[in-house]
């Protein structure tokens, strides 16, 4: 078993053992009924488990059941269709995140506008990737990597998990920020064969996860040259972040939850409320940590912003790179 999948298991184990604080006033105004909250991945991943753990904390606090409802396909994007066409009525949520900045750029033919028809609730977690090299990289940073790069354009390669996803398009932006590294991607059908092929040394790099990354790291199999947050990574701290070589990257993903457009104010209120004292409560930021995330709590405003501004950032590396969906 992986070091990640031992971590991931941990934490499903633990969503239960949450505190039972319920909130009555919360409780009283929130509508009647089971309340689904839709993920656009596959169940057990990390999505799926940031789903379950806010879930399982909602469902306590305001006393009715939060079902995870895993709808996986067309890059998130029949999730988030689903959410656009229930009713706004607080019993239909929807996990937002990195991935919906993403398509509403990738994808041109969308049934739907992600900003306009997905009203904001709250964030939940901002996390960290880490780019990797296999060993034969004779780079020890990320300065002599990236003079190796250019003095051997197009020899290195770089995987992903699929063509638009966060480990594809973080590649990218790197490569732009750094001044037009030639680096090849070679996209596969999820991270877990990019991280085969690394090993292999097939490809060379790879941007992802660190929780997926750091047994890898820890044994020398890998070597990380830096972190594509603003700031270090408490999993990783000896690892400078990609920004402080070169100036104004960042790239995180970021992921909270998000109502069909129309949902009355009240409703996106109280949730974003009993979010926020999830956030702010030691056992819960302790789960996210384990996620390799920090706390991303404020108002629907605050969240909204963000997912804009991430939308925007992401559309300008999509069209500067020609990248086009599968």
Request: hydrophobic share 45%.
């Amino acid at each position: 078993m992986t070091h990640s999948r031992r971590r991931f298991l941990h934490l499903a184990a633990g969503v239960a053992a949450l505190p039972a604080l319920s909130s009555v006033a919360g409780a009283h105004s929130y509508p009647s009924g089971p309340v689904h909250i839709i993920v656009g991945f596959a169940a057990g991943g990390p999505n799926d488990i940031l789903a379950r753990l806010i879930g399982q904390w909602l469902s306590l606090r305001l006393a009715r059941p939060f079902i995870i409802e895993n709808r996986p396909g067309a890059g998130s994007n029949i999730a988030t269709e689903t959410v656009v066409r229930a009713a706004p009525d607080g019993l239909t949520l929807l996990l937002v995140g990195t991935p919906n900045a993403i398509n509403a750029t990738l994808y041109d033919k969308l049934e739907f506008d992600f900003i306009r028809d997905i009203a904001p609730v709250a964030g939940l977690i901002r996390g960290a990737l880490v780019m990797v090299v296999h060993p034969s990289v004779p780079a020890k940073t990320l300065p002599e990597f990236i003079d190796y790069t250019q003095a051997h354009p197009g020899k290195l390669f770089y995987g992903s998990g699929g063509v638009g996803g966060i480990t594809h398009i973080t590649a990218e932006l790197f490569k732009q920020e750094a001044g037009g590294l030639d680096i090849q991607h070679v996209p596969y059908r999820g991270v877990a064969p990019a991280l085969t092929e690394l090993l292999s040394g097939q490809v060379q790099v790879l941007f992802t996860n660190i929780a997926m990354l750091i047994g890898y790291i820890e044994t020398g199999k890998l070597r990380a040259l830096g972190i594509t947050t603003a700031t270090r990574s408490d999993a990783l701290p000896d690892i400078a972040t990609i920004g402080e070589f070169v100036p104004g990257y960042e790239a995180s993903s970021v992921f909270g939850l998000g109502a069909p457009r129309n949902t009355p104010t009240e409703i996106i209120d109280n949730l974003n409320k009993e979010i926020n004292a999830a956030l702010a409560d030691p056992d819960f930021a302790a789960r996210l940590a384990h996620l390799d995330g920090t706390a991303l709590s404020g108002s629907p405003a605050d969240f909204g912003k963000l997912i804009s501004d991430e939308t925007r950032k992401w559309a300008k590396v999509i069209r500067l790179a020609n990248i086009k969906p599968e």
